[in-house]
């Protein structure tokens, strides 16, 4: 093994006896382009490219968020949904639909995850021009399993979470945590071309866009 | 066992295969179109910082590049701090008996794979196969294509090629061979299709303990690994099972986490002409309690650094496979992916291929010329890589070695006449004297040219002697 990483390496260098030997290896950080682009309120900018997925948005005040869960959960006919275990139970105040706690200790069995009626999560960052929920695995996130494997995912973003472009999001992040980066529900578009949404990821996403009370 | 590019006819006969298919040709079409107007419109959003992100995409790969031992020692030293386990491949047997070896330690002969661009050019499947392992397909163009015993001729889209009625055929056909049925009664409709091709992945899904991948990036300072991909087989596969191996080109690295936010708006917008893709899964290493136990990269050579000693080559190195310039290339539009001969076909395969497989068949020293150098590939790759360039290059390269003795000998000749210009006035003087007996249709191998173009008159006299006559004598 160690052969052939010594080899593969002596090719690379041989491979580059053009560059200079004092050519610096680190790069100094420019970043020539912008943060964002000047698209409009990142809330309102984030719900249209929400919609222009396909996902389901709804923006509500902080003080009436247990109750659009519950509506939401009502609406989607969901029972039983899975939840992270660190997830705000407030938020359930109002439902009588069962929580299923999922945690890395004690992890939900697949075949169950593959049985609940939905899952419902909270977020790390969204990021408005591009429409994406980044999920990054925290307590109230969860286990990548559990917004994959349900046909439904309620996902809660407060408005402080959204950031206009990519590169702040990608600023606030961290690598070392297993990330997810949602932009409307699963699709393909491998048939000629026609997106069909909903392929193996949920089918749906829903989205409850939490203003400040 | 499934099909492979070996045996496949140099580009020109391929390609007239392939344009006399009015099915393919009116597929092509209206796909390339479509993400043609998608992409542009995505691209036109960010207004002038495209321009700003593209050459900052190039400016990162191309110092990546220069530097390249370092970041895969950096990369290698992160994975491993976080839990992975690094193995090195010179060739594609190496890294096919590396995985090989690997999947037979977890005891399981099944595996669910993501579409991944690496495997196919090392023809991972076959060699799993060869060593009783099924490797499964899960990206649906992918599924289509294997369930097909077909090749893809895409980098994006495998399927392009076909149609949806091809496509329930296929499903009807074969799905029942690997694992779940086609429903009865299904249509054509895409999304019974989709339909279709859920119910039969789910349970594999639950079911494989082993995945392999490929990755779009590897960020030499984290140790991270990231995947875009739309339908979700792609999260599937990197976090349910046990085992995850992933086999990942050397030239696939980026320095730094931030340089991530370049690619992440370039690579989508680029490809499917999306603002982002619907899913990118990043991991490092392994997370305990999430995700599989077990992860191994494989860094593959296969080539690469034949085409990173090439200071002119070098560049295509730069690709992140979006495709963007296969759906803007009118040669690739009435060819199709096919007549390329290779996994990475259009503009990009032209010149990739060639020098990871090094000119010695007549199908790669086909391949510099499949293109009419419009330049539009190059001005859509949001790494800048100046595709007709390398073209031009890799034809000087093919020009220079053993071949086209006839081609040569007719340029040694036109050297010397237009070298001298008394040898040049005494040919047109000849040429010009002779205008008469030139045949419409050229004999030999010329007669090729000919059959399809008119031969140019020949002028009663040159305008050399025209100029000489007229115009010497008045100033």
Same mark, same amino acid.
């Given at each position: 093994?160690?052969?052939?990483?010594?080899?593969?390496?002596?090719?690379?260098?041989?491979?580059?006896?053009?560059?200079?030997?004092?050519?610096?290896?680190?790069?100094?950080?420019?970043?020539?382009?912008?943060?964002?682009?000047?698209?409009?309120?990142?809330?309102?900018?984030?719900?249209?490219?929400?919609?222009?997925?396909?996902?389901?948005?709804?923006?509500?005040?902080?003080?009436?968020?247990?109750?659009?869960?519950?509506?939401?959960?009502?609406?989607?006919?969901?029972?039983?949904?899975?939840?992270?275990?660190?997830?705000?139970?407030?938020?359930?105040?109002?439902?009588?639909?069962?929580?299923?706690?999922?945690?890395?200790?004690?992890?939900?069995?697949?075949?169950?995850?593959?049985?609940?009626?939905?899952?419902?999560?909270?977020?790390?960052?969204?990021?408005?021009?591009?429409?994406?929920?980044?999920?990054?695995?925290?307590?109230?996130?969860?286990?990548?399993?559990?917004?994959?494997?349900?046909?439904?995912?309620?996902?809660?973003?407060?408005?402080?979470?959204?950031?206009?472009?990519?590169?702040?999001?990608?600023?606030?992040?961290?690598?070392?945590?297993?990330?997810?980066?949602?932009?409307?529900?699963?699709?393909?578009?491998?048939?000629?071309?026609?997106?069909?949404?909903?392929?193996?990821?949920?089918?749906?996403?829903?989205?409850?866009?939490?203003?400040?009370? | 066992?499934?099909?492979?590019?070996?045996?496949? %006819?140099?580009?020109?006969?391929?390609?007239?295969?392939?344009?006399?298919?009015?099915?393919?040709?009116?597929?092509?079409?209206?796909?390339?179109?479509?993400?043609?107007?998608?992409?542009?419109?995505?691209?036109?959003?960010?207004?002038?910082?495209?321009?700003?992100?593209?050459?900052?995409?190039?400016?990162?790969?191309?110092?990546?590049?220069?530097?390249?031992?370092?970041?895969?020692?950096?990369?290698?030293?992160?994975?491993?701090?976080?839990?992975?386990?690094?193995?090195?491949?010179?060739?594609?047997?190496?890294?096919?008996?590396?995985?090989?070896?690997?999947?037979?330690?977890?005891?399981?002969?099944?595996?669910?794979?993501?579409?991944?661009?690496?495997?196919?050019?090392?023809?991972?499947?076959?060699?799993?196969?060869?060593?009783?392992?099924?490797?499964?397909?899960?990206?649906?163009?992918?599924?289509?294509?294997?369930?097909?015993?077909?090749?893809?001729?895409?980098?994006?889209?495998?399927?392009?090629?076909?149609?949806?009625?091809?496509?329930?055929?296929?499903?009807?056909?074969?799905?029942?061979?690997?694992?779940?049925?086609?429903?009865?009664?299904?249509?054509?409709?895409?999304?019974?299709?989709?339909?279709?091709?859920?119910?039969?992945?789910?349970?594999?899904?639950?079911?494989?303990?082993?995945?392999?991948?490929?990755?779009?990036?590897?960020?030499?300072?984290?140790?991270?690994?990231?995947?875009?991909?739309?339908?979700?087989?792609?999260?599937?596969?990197?976090?349910?099972?046990?085992?995850?191996?992933?086999?990942?080109?050397?030239?696939?690295?980026?320095?730094?986490?931030?340089?991530?936010?370049?690619?992440?708006?370039?690579?989508?917008?680029?490809?499917?002409?999306?603002?982002?893709?619907?899913?990118?899964?990043?991991?490092?290493?392994?997370?305990?309690?999430?995700?599989?136990?077990?992860?191994?990269?494989?860094?593959?050579?296969?080539?690469?650094?034949?085409?990173?000693?090439?200071?002119?080559?070098?560049?295509?190195?730069?690709?992140?496979?979006?495709?963007?310039?296969?759906?803007?290339?009118?040669?690739?539009?009435?060819?199709?992916?096919?007549?390329?001969?290779?996994?990475?076909?259009?503009?990009?395969?032209?010149?990739?291929? %060639?020098?990871?497989?090094?000119?010695?068949?007549?199908?790669?020293?086909?391949?510099?010329?499949?293109?009419?150098?419009?330049?539009?590939?190059?001005?859509?790759?949001?790494?800048?890589?100046?595709?007709?360039?390398?073209?031009?290059?890799?034809?000087?390269?093919?020009?220079?070695?053993?071949?086209?003795?006839?081609?040569?000998?007719?340029?040694?000749?036109?050297?010397?006449?237009?070298?001298?210009?008394?040898?040049?006035?005494?040919?047109?003087?000849?040429?010009?004297?002779?205008?008469?007996?030139? %045949?419409?249709?050229?004999?030999?191998?010329?007669?090729?040219?000919?059959?399809?173009?008119?031969?140019?008159?020949?002028?009663?006299?040159?305008?050399?002697?025209?100029?000489?006559?007229?115009?010497?004598?008045?100033?």
């Amino acid at each position: 093994m160690s052969t052939s990483r010594e080899r593969v390496l002596a090719r690379v260098r041989a491979a580059l006896t053009d560059v200079p030997a004092d050519e610096p290896v680190v790069r100094p950080v420019e970043r020539p382009y912008a943060d964002s682009h000047g698209m409009g309120d990142a809330l309102e900018v984030l719900e249209d490219r929400l919609r222009d997925y396909k996902a389901l948005v709804r923006r509500v005040p902080a003080d009436r968020l247990a109750q659009e869960v519950a509506d939401a959960l009502e609406r989607r006919g969901a029972k039983a949904v899975a939840v992270p275990d660190g997830i705000d139970a407030d938020w359930f105040a109002r439902t009588g639909a069962e929580r299923r706690p999922d945690s890395r200790d004690r992890p939900l069995e697949l075949r169950e995850l593959d049985r609940v009626d939905g899952v419902v999560t909270a977020c790390a960052v969204a990021i408005a021009e591009t429409g994406t929920i980044v999920l990054d695995g925290g307590p109230d996130q969860g286990r990548r399993a559990i917004t994959l494997v349900p046909d439904y995912h309620l996902c809660v973003v407060r408005a402080e979470q959204v950031v206009d472009g990519v590169p702040e999001a990608v600023r606030q992040l961290d690598p070392a945590q297993p990330l997810t980066w949602i932009s409307g529900p699963s699709a393909t578009s491998d048939i000629e071309l026609n997106r069909v949404e909903g392929v193996h990821g949920p089918r749906t996403l829903e989205v409850l866009l939490v203003d400040p009370a | 066992m499934s099909a492979t590019f070996l045996g496949i %006819p140099p580009f020109p006969e391929a390609a007239h295969e392939a344009v006399n298919d009015s099915r393919l040709r009116h597929n092509l079409r209206k796909a390339t179109h479509t993400i043609r107007d998608k992409r542009a419109s995505v691209v036109t959003e960010l207004e002038d910082d495209w321009e700003r992100l593209r050459s900052e995409g190039a400016a990162i790969k191309n110092h990546t590049l220069r530097h390249l031992d370092h970041y895969l020692e950096q990369l290698e030293a992160s994975v491993e701090r976080a839990g992975g386990h690094v193995h090195w491949a010179a060739d594609a047997a190496e890294a096919n008996a590396i995985v090989t070896r690997l999947v037979q330690a977890t005891g399981e002969t099944d595996v669910v794979k993501v579409k991944s661009m690496a495997t196919q050019e090392i023809e991972l499947n076959n060699a799993l196969a060869e060593a009783g392992i099924t490797a499964y397909e899960t990206d649906l163009a992918e599924l289509i294509v294997q369930l097909g015993d077909d090749l893809p001729s895409h980098i994006l889209v495998p399927a392009i090629h076909l149609g949806r009625s091809q496509i329930r055929e296929i499903f009807l056909d074969q799905m029942a061979e690997w694992g779940v049925p086609a429903p009865a009664g299904l249509t054509d409709d895409p999304r019974a299709l989709a339909e279709a091709a859920r119910v039969h992945l789910r349970e594999r899904f639950l079911r494989t303990r082993t995945a392999i991948s490929g990755a779009n990036f590897a960020v030499a300072d984290s140790g991270t690994l990231v995947v875009l991909e739309s339908e979700g087989n792609g999260r599937m596969c990197l976090t349910l099972p046990e085992t995850l191996i992933s086999v990942v080109g050397i030239e696939k690295i980026v320095p730094t986490w931030a340089d991530l936010e370049v690619f992440m708006q370039t690579l989508p917008r680029s490809s499917t002409g999306e603002r982002m893709n619907p899913y990118t899964s990043t991991w490092t290493g392994v997370t305990p309690g999430d995700g599989p136990q077990e992860f191994h990269l494989v860094l593959l050579d296969n080539g690469r650094t034949d085409v990173l000693a090439d200071t002119v080559g070098r560049q295509a190195l730069r690709c992140i496979r979006c495709s963007a310039c296969l759906n803007t290339c009118p040669v690739y539009e009435r060819t199709g992916g096919h007549a390329y001969g290779s996994v990475y076909p259009g503009p990009i395969g032209a010149i990739l291929t %060639p020098q990871l497989r090094g000119m010695s068949s007549e199908v790669d020293e086909a391949l510099p010329y499949a293109s009419s150098l419009c330049g539009a590939c190059y001005e859509v790759c949001p790494v800048a890589i100046d595709i007709p360039e390398v073209l031009v290059h890799l034809r000087e390269e093919v020009a220079a070695g053993p071949g086209h003795l006839g081609e040569k000998a007719m340029m040694k000749g036109a050297e010397a006449v237009f070298g001298s210009s008394r040898a040049l006035d005494a040919a047109q003087r000849a040429a010009g004297a002779a205008r008469n007996l030139v %045949p419409r249709h050229l004999p030999g191998m010329a007669g090729a040219w000919t059959d399809t173009r008119d031969l140019p008159d020949v002028p009663a006299e040159s305008f050399r002697q025209w100029w000489n006559k007229h115009e010497k004598g008045q100033s």
